[in-house]
């Protein structure tokens, strides 16, 4: 209760133009601000990322194989949080940030081809199966690729219950899931809204105020859909991190 309040009280701030995206103006920025801090009071745990640099990457390292797609510091993990007051402070350092979300904290991502997102999202609407929040990225440089955001299986306390999954996905083994990845712990997403290199964007199409489902009752119609569309994109890039 008391974090709902501080973001409320946050959103009756004044609006000044340091949260702008450049380019964009006072008011684009302060939307941005306003869609990123949704997303923390939803309990999103966030951390800053790079950001596109021309067709390139912010940061410092030599054609970097996954421009803007990457967390700041090595220490994202232990750096991400839902405090408003941080996110301001890194917008403010860096109004042209993207931000990622730590998942296997508060939820897990199912992350899966475009096309077989959106048949997929069809068919759960059919069903009247309660659907969580729901990402989309777009862009000429890359795969597109829709994220629904789902409740996190957890941490046991005893490591050796842990259920392995062979879609389990972290940033060293995105080439290895090119249907279906399940992004845990150890692992991230972009957090809308965000810009890829060229004209790429991650937005919401379901957003982050809806309830986390559990993931298993998304789980067939995705892997179903990802089956249908299986090996049409399998020479593209990657949407999401492969290392840093």
């Known amino acids: 209760m008391e974090r709902k309040g501080r973001f409320s009280q946050w959103l009756r701030r004044p609006r000044s133009g340091a949260g702008g995206d450049q380019g964009t103006g006072a008011g684009a920025g302060g939307v941005r601000e306003d869609l990123l801090m949704a997303a923390a009071a939803a309990g999103f745990p966030l951390a800053p990322a790079a950001h596109p640099s021309g067709y390139g990457c912010s940061c410092d390292r030599i054609g970097c194989p996954t421009p803007a797609r990457h967390p700041v510091s090595f220490a994202w993990q232990t ?16 109004p042209q940030a993207n931000f990622i979300t730590a998942t296997g904290i508060v939820h897990d991502v199912l992350d899966v081809p475009a096309d ?47 259920w392995p999954c062979e879609l389990d996905c972290h940033p060293e ?59 049409e994109d399998q020479d593209q890039a990657a949407a999401w991190p492969m290392g840093r």
Do not use: I, N
């Open 79 to 94: 750096q991400a949080t839902t405090d408003p007051d941080k996110v301001a402070q890194w917008l403010r350092a860096d």
């Open 173 to 231: 083994t995105m080439d290895e899931h090119p249907g279906l990845r399940w992004h845990c712990r150890g692992s991230y997403v972009l957090v809308p809204p965000a810009r890829l290199p060229g004209d790429g964007r991650v937005g919401w199409v379901l957003g982050p105020e809806r309830a986390l489902p559990d993931p298993l009752t998304l789980l067939e119609a995705l892997t179903d859909a990802c089956a249908r569309f299986a090996g």
């Open 116 to 162: 077989a997102g959106r048949l997929a999202l069809e068919r759960l609407g059919a069903a009247e199966v309660e659907v969580g929040p729901v990402a989309t990225s777009s862009g000429d440089l890359q795969q597109g690729r829709m994220l629904f955001f789902t409740a996190t299986r957890g941490t046991p306390d005893d490591e050796d219950e842990w």
